[in-house]
Structure formats: C-alpha cells, structure tokens
C-alpha cells in the first residue's frame, strides 16, 4: 500500500509529455487533419531517432494506410469479429473438402469448358481464394497505388513485436490480399483466354505465390497475436506450405492442358 | 498589500504547479465531484451557493444555512444509457459486447451519475453517496482508432464542519472528503484491445482519496448589493494507489460576488479565478456565473473559455428537480480536447 500526499510536483514529473509521445500526437492530428505526407515525414524522423517504438510505427502505417484510404474506423465490426480473422485460416486444413467444393464455373462463368477443365489443376489455390474473398466482403478492393501505401504500412510494422501492432498488421495483410486474390482470377482467367497464354500463366502464378507469401505473412502475424491459437495456425501455415510445394507441379500441367492442349 | 498578494500568489502557482500533464482525466473526472451546480455554474460555485446539490461546493457556505434539511438525490445525464455497460467493464464482468456497445458509436462520450444523500444544518453537513458513475471516451486517428479511456465506479463520503466569526463577518469552514474507487484509466489502439491479452488494457484499479479542502467567505453586511469574497482550497490530501492520469490536481479558487435583492426575486454575478496545473492558458482560469432565483425557481449559468453552462431547479413542496445543459471541453492532451453538449438532470427530495 502506497500512501502519499497528491504533491502537485511529482504529479508534474509524473505527468510531462515526454517530447515521443508529443511528436506521436502531433502525426495522429496531421493524420486526422488528412495532411499524411506530412505526419509520414514527421514519424520517419522520430523513427529515426527511436527506433524500437511500437507506438511511433504503427502511427507511421496508419499514415499510409490513410493515405491509401483505409480507416480501421469503418471496419470496426469486422476487426471486432476477430474470430474472423482466425476462423478463415483455420478451416484451411480442411483441404480435401475445400477443394470438391470449389466451383471453377462460378469463378470463370465465360471461360470454354475445356479451359474450365485444365483450371481445376489449381483447384487447391483457387479453393483458398475463394474462401477468402468470401470472407472479406466488407474489405474494399485497392488499386495498385493504394496497395502501394499498405504494403509500406505493413513494411512499417515488421519490426513489431507487440500484439496489437500484429492485429493492425494482419488487418492490413487481409485488405492487401483480398485485392491480390482478385487480381490473380482476373490473371488466370486472363491467362485462359487470350493469346500468349504461356506467357500471361507464368505472371499469374508468379503472382498467385506471392499472394500466398503474404498470406502466411497474415498467419504469421495472427500467431504473433494470439499465441493461444499460435499451434493451429502453424498447422495452417505447414499446409499452405505444402500447397505452394505443389503450386510448380500444378502449373506446368495447367500450362500443357491450357496452353497447349495436351 | 498588494505586494503581499504577489507573493501569495507567487507561492501558491508554485505550490500547485505549472504545466500540461499527458493523458489526465478530465479535473471533474478525477476530482470526483460532480452535480448540478457544478455542471451548470463550473468554478463559479465555489462563490454561490444555490443549493442545487446536496451540500454547497464552498464548505464555509454550510455556516450561513438558516434551517437543517435532508435531501436525497439522483443525478445524471442524457448517456445513462452507458451505464450498465460502464459497470460491467469496470466490475471486471464484462464482455465483448460491452466493449463494442461502449465504442461502436466511435465517438467522444462522456457520462456521470450519482445517488447521494445528505444531512445539512449550520454547523455542519454530511453527505454519503454509495453509487457513482463517471465515464468519459474519445477516439482518435481513424485510420488506427486511438480511445482514451477512463472509467469509475465510486462511492463516497463529505462531512463539512462551519463555523461564524460574526466580528469580522468571515465564515470559515473545512470538507473532509473521502472517495473510494475502482477505475479504469487507459489509453490504447483498439488493436491492442482485439489483440490476444488486450482485456487486461481495460482492468479497473483499486484507488482510495483522503481530502481536505478548506473554504473561507467574506460576507461584509451591506443593504443591497450583499458583496463576497470567497477562497476555496480543493482536492488536496492524501491517496492510497496512485494513477497519474486520474490523481487530482490541487485547486485554489478566489472569487468574488454579488447578490442584490432585486424587485421580483435575487439576482447573483460570481467571478471565480482558479489557480492549478491544468490551467495552461490565464484565459482558462476565469468563470463568470450568474443565478436568479424568484419563489421555488432557481436559474443558474455561467461561462468560462472551456465550458458554459445553464440550468434551473425547482423546489416544489419536497421535491426537487433540476434540468442543466452544458458544453464542457475536457482536455485530454496537450493539444486535444474532447468537446460535448450534454443535459443533465437532478431528481431529489428534500426533507
């Protein structure tokens, strides 16, 4: 039990606003103010002071996340949800199931049926992706300079280690991967139905890996988040890795079924 | 004389300190006084007494008291619908939808409530409320949503002892005020709080105050203008666990004012100068009030550079009802503040 008198002077050392936390309040106004290049400016020049502080790189990320447009404000019952979050990664061990249950005409409605057929060679992957988009109906689409800005957020935010930081961070993984996972049907379907077939194939898988990259990236930093569920999202992560094992495999027979007809 | 006053005041900036504080509960927050007086008349009621409340803010006002009287009183505002969700978080009982219920509107709240009741003759007044409520919320950056919180659930006990020096026309008087409370004084990203381990953001803290607040009253005798000086010392004493953001700041208000008797009831001006930490600007510092009172109706305002503010009540047979609106921005930061309008009501019985 501590008892002291309320000495107005200890209260004052107690109480001072170290000059981080005044730089912190002075980006949160820019960035309230919609003057983000500015409050970018001021976060990379205290970061380059202290370094190691959560608090100033998560200001910095919602700087360019607020450039992009993102405000976790407007997602607030879907971050709530987190179980969301969770609940979508986990039922990816489901992997037999996911995959008969994938419908390669819904997603490619106007492909022929001989390109729907040589599709179903990626059925894993397009199974995950569909699952996904599925879950993140709420998450805006962002175009290429707006994905641009998250992934500096999410850059921002790798040296983190608080789990807060890791929540903010998957939030931003999930809104960059819905747009990725779209943008690698649109490719595919590209792929299966123009010329330069071969070469339009190769992007889209290139592409559909790195979606996946970062899709573990999202696991990895919901481990980071909740250590409690850290066991069954590592079991995720190994069978996301075993499907990005096979993802080769699975190409070059698309590409011969698709691409060359054999 | 006024060199002497210098340095009085000299010492007594020097007492209180100078300076902003980070992350500081609101002072009415942190002081844990509340009511319709002080909602409506802000520091102007350390010079009136308009017995809106139970007991006057000036302990020194109790000497001047006519008759002895009990009153009983629930007070609180138009966010009473914050309440169970603002006990449950702080009890530690509850859930992720009091959490969400509390911050869906994603906007800055504020909420108080009171049961209190209390015992007043001229010698002295004793007051015990058992439940009390205060809630206050603000959101920054939407971008990452910044809350700052702050949370309590109180009870607390006022004796105010008085006393008449009627040679030099002073009335002097002292409150012992002990205050009880569980509160909960955070601030966060509301990731922090979905991460695994973020409930413990919003853990209520045990805290406990001992004050002791003096008042003085200058009441000169005077036919029509009824001229005072008031002085009153304010939250300083002693506490058991200490929270930085929510440890009071000791306040000293020097007011003066006037109450004439004019044809169709008594009308009161009131300037009250506050001296404490919290004031950064000398504009913050002053209050001017002002109350009317004809029959049962008391009207009652004031204004000053952070709040303004303006109720009446009624007293009718034994039941006393009162209605205020304020506007009060409380400061959060040293740049922020966090600005409401906010209607108040006081439900009571006098006896």
């Known amino acids: 039990m501590i008892v002291s008198l309320l000495a107005p002077g200890c209260q004052k050392q107690e109480g001072d606003l170290s000059k981080q936390e005044d730089v912190q309040d002075k980006a949160t106004t820019l960035i309230e103010r919609g003057q983000n290049d500015e409050a970018i400016r001021l976060m990379i020049e205290e970061l380059k002071k202290n370094p190691v502080s959560d608090r100033s790189r998560q200001i910095l990320a919602s700087a360019y996340a607020n450039r992009a447009g993102i405000r976790v404000e407007n997602y607030y019952g879907f971050a709530v949800t987190y179980n969301s979050l969770i609940k979508g990664p986990e039922d990816f061990s489901k992997k037999n199931s996911a995959e008969e249950n994938v419908d390669i005409s819904e997603i490619f409605p106007a492909l022929p049926d001989q390109a729907k057929n040589a599709l179903r060679q990626l059925a894993p992957n397009l199974a995950i992706i569909q699952k996904i988009r599925g879950r993140l109906i709420q998450v805006p689409l962002v175009n290429a300079e707006q994905s641009k800005d998250l992934l500096l957020a999410v850059e921002v935010l790798r040296p983190t280690t608080s789990p807060g930081a890791h929540v903010y961070r998957a939030i931003l993984d999930l809104i960059v991967l819905r747009s990725h996972f779209d943008r690698n049907i649109q490719l595919i379907g590209l792929a299966a139905s123009e010329d330069g077939c071969q070469r339009n194939l190769d992007i889209a898988m290139r592409s559909l890996q790195s979606s996946f990259g970062l899709l573990q990236q999202f696991l990895d930093d919901l481990a980071q988040a909740y250590p409690s569920s850290a066991a069954n999202l590592l079991g995720t992560q190994q069978q996301l890795e075993s499907i990005l094992n096979e993802m080769p495999s699975q190409a070059q027979k698309t590409r011969l079924l698709l691409c060359h007809g054999s | ?351």
């Open chain 2, 1 to 351: 004389m006024p060199r002497l006053l210098n340095i009085f005041l000299s010492a007594l900036l020097f007492l209180l300190g100078a300076g902003a504080q980070a992350q500081t509960a609101p002072v009415n927050f942190a002081s844990g006084r509340t009511g319709l007086a002080i909602q409506s008349l802000g520091a102007a009621c350390f010079s009136f007494d308009v017995s809106a409340d139970t007991l006057p803010c000036n302990p020194a006002f109790v000497a001047m008291q006519q008759e002895q009287s009990f009153r009983a009183n629930i007070f609180g505002d138009n966010n009473i619908s914050h309440l169970n969700d603002t006990v449950a978080l702080v009890q530690g009982t509850g859930q992720q939808s009091n959490v969400q219920n509390l911050f869906s509107s994603r906007s800055n709240s504020q909420f108080d409530t009171r049961i209190e009741a209390a015992y007043l003759n001229h010698d002295f007044g004793l007051s015990y409320e058992p439940f009390g409520v205060s809630y206050l919320s603000s959101f920054r950056n939407p971008a990452l949503p910044q809350i700052t919180l702050f949370a309590s659930v109180e009870n607390s006990v006022r004796l105010q002892l008085a006393s008449f020096a009627s040679a030099s026309d002073v009335y002097l008087g002292v409150q012992i005020r002990y205050l009880d409370r569980q509160i909960i004084a955070s601030r966060f990203f509301l990731t922090d709080l979905l991460a695994e381990g973020g409930s413990s953001l919003v853990k209520a803290q045990e805290q406990q105050y001992y004050f002791l607040e003096p008042g003085i009253v200058y009441a000169p005798k005077s036919d029509f203008w009824n001229p005072q000086v008031t002085f009153n010392f304010i939250n300083w004493g002693a506490h058991v666990n200490s929270i930085a953001a929510t440890d009071p700041s000791p306040e000293a208000h020097l007011g003066f004012s006037v109450s004439p008797e004019i044809g169709w009831g008594r009308w009161g001006w009131a300037l009250d100068t506050t001296w404490s930490q919290n004031i950064i600007n000398a504009s913050d510092a002053l209050t001017v009030g002002s109350f009317y009172q004809m029959g049962i109706l008391k009207a009652f305002g004031s204004v000053s550079t952070t709040s303004s503010g303006a109720g009446f009540s009624v007293l009718y047979d034994r039941l006393n009802l009162g209605l205020s609106y304020t506007t009060i921005a409380e400061r959060i930061d040293a740049d922020n503040s966090v600005s409401e309008q906010r209607v108040f009501f006081l439900l009571g019985a006098e006896l």
